[in-house]
């Protein structure tokens, strides 16, 4: 039986649409479900190949398990509220930082690399942690408002020493928001943010 998520309240919502995040500090999953999540993420880990720990994009083609999770009625009643009931899966990823030798991520908006696909849609991202995330072992960060702002200018950087090969020009950073997160706890931003 599944675990009944607490649905975001009206102010987190709010909160959402205002600044493009919200920060889920609750459990997501029953501890034996993380513990089977994680599980799972290891064995991809782990059968990497030549991969990076950033390029294991899309699991789910290749392991219908993990739609258990992606699809699982405790993540859909977080995004249900904040873009209504037709919900559909767009991408998945497991984002592994490998310590010393893991990449920095660029300043960027997912929307922008889906330019001409997904702009008539409302799109959330949900982000697990499967670990502890911190400002010490390199946490997401985002600009809150940024995700009313249209495509920003990009520039073209180094691909090989960055998880992607262009960034975003001119990011004012002082007011970032860290995500920092417990195992199981997870955030929310809109794809349309700067992050």
């Known amino acids: 039986m599944a675990n009944k998520t607490p649905l975001p309240?009206?102010?987190?919502?709010?909160?959402?649409?205002?600044?493009?995040?919200?920060?889920?500090?609750?459990q997501v999953f029953s501890p034996e479900r993380l513990n089977a999540l994680k599980?799972?993420?290891?064995?991809?880990?782990?059968?990497?190949g030549n991969k990076r720990g950033d390029e294991l994009d899309t699991p789910h083609f290749h392991d219908p398990r993990l739609l258990d999770f992606l699809l699982s009625d405790e993540v859909l009643d977080l995004v249900e509220p904040i873009i209504g009931p037709n919900?559909?899966?767009?991408?998945?990823?497991?984002?592994?930082?490998?310590?010393?030798?893991?990449?920095?991520?660029?300043?960027?908006?997912d929307s922008a690399y889906w330019n001409g696909r997904m702009e008539d849609y409302d799109i959330v991202t949900v982000w697990l942690a499967l670990g502890p995330s911190t400002k010490e072992n390199g946490c997401m960060r985002v600009i809150p408002g940024?995700?009313?702002?249209?495509?920003?200018?990009?520039?073209?950087?180094?691909?090989?020493?960055?998880?992607?090969?262009?960034?975003?020009?001119?990011?004012?950073d002082s007011q970032a928001v860290y995500f920092e997160l417990e195992a199981g706890e997870c955030s929310l931003h809109d794809a349309r943010i700067i992050h």
């Open 9 to 26: 309240t009206e102010e987190e919502v709010q909160f959402y649409r205002k600044h493009g995040y919200f920060l889920y500090k609750k």
């Open 39 to 48: 599980s799972i993420a290891d064995e991809h880990f782990a059968n990497r």
């Open 87 to 109: 919900i559909a899966l767009w991408s998945s990823a497991f984002l592994i930082k490998e310590p010393f030798v893991g990449r920095p991520t660029p300043w960027h908006e």
């Open 146 to 172: 940024t995700h009313v702002n249209g495509f920003s200018e990009y520039e073209e950087i180094d691909g090989t020493k960055h998880t992607f090969g262009s960034q975003i020009k001119h990011v004012d």
